[in-house]
């Protein structure tokens, strides 16, 4: 019955998709949008969003934070009516101060880029990197509903352009191999992940994966943060950063939850700046009720 339910669902939605198909993407997007505004602040979801909200960014006015859960509903309106024209938008957007990561030094062009669930979070720097000429694979958590992620993961890998890996112990061992092959690989950090560890967020403790880290420790290779801004309906930025170190100044590797640390004040100050762009729905937090102690560690072998 599970089965039959997803193949109801997944048959319910490819008509909604081709309608934002066969649309230019600026009025896909306007139209995802509009119906993000105008349904997502009724639903019970926005409860949950609100919470997290006010516990993330306390002090604002009401006002404020009605305008943030309008925003996000927005974004992700649009996110939805625009799958359909990843590439296109990836030729649209800019890229920003890219030569850090397209000139880097040696003959490998290894690097782990990571950021989080901001703007269009699907035109992170994978599907970016491609109009440089550049191959890189992304990790994804793929939807409980197997037929709509088989076609998400059509729409994201692009006709092969990049390679999509499963958010798992065997999407990381495949990650291992993208990079022992000198490829990019970019990875969403913002996201629970209960065999992680307990590292502040907002100065609240969230289970969050190690791998990113000992991944560019283990390959010396630069850790990048990435971060991609919706700045006019379809029109998103993608702006390369300095690699944070993950070695100190005589090259040992810092402590994972150090580097942790610094990727989690770049995150907080991104989504504090543009808080209506990020996923406020995501159970990032660990529970009240639970322990926040270490309670798992992610390895790279």
Known sequence: MKHLRYLIQFIAILPIMGFFAILPAATASRIGGWLGRKAGPHLGASKKAMR??????????????????????????????????????????AVVDAGKVLNMEGESNTAVMFSGHLGNWELQPPTMLTQFGYRADT???????????????RLREMNGRIQTLPKSKQGTRQLVQTLKDGRVVGILIDQKYNEGIAMPFFGHPAMTSTA???LAQKFK??????????????QC???????L???????????????????????????????????????????????ATHVGTDTVN
């Not at 934070?65 to 957007?93: P, S, V």
């Not at 930025?237 to 690699?243: A, E, M, N, V």
């Open 139 to 153: 990790i994804v958590r793929a939807p409980n509903n197997p037929y709509v992620g088989w076609f998400l993961k």
């Open 52 to 93: 997290h909200i006010r516990m993330a960014l306390p002090g604002r006015t009401d006002d404020e934070y009605d305008r943030i859960i309008t925003g996000m509903w927005d974004n992700l309106g649009r996110t939805f009516a625009e799958y359909t024209h990843i590439k296109t938008l990836a030729r649209q957007c």
């Open 237 to 243: 930025r993608l702006t390369i950063y300095d690699p």
């Open 221 to 234: 290779c630069p850790l990048i943060p990435t971060r991609l801004e919706r700045i006019n309906e379809t």
């Open 212 to 214: 990113f880290v000992q």
């Open 245 to 291: 170190p993950v070695f100190d100044e005589a090259g040992n590797p810092r402590k994972v939850e150090d580097v942790i640390m610094d990727a989690h004040a770049m995150l907080e100050r991104w989504i504090t700046e543009r808080p209506d762009q990020w996923i406020w729905l995501h159970r990032r937090w660990i529970d009240e009720s639970r322990d």
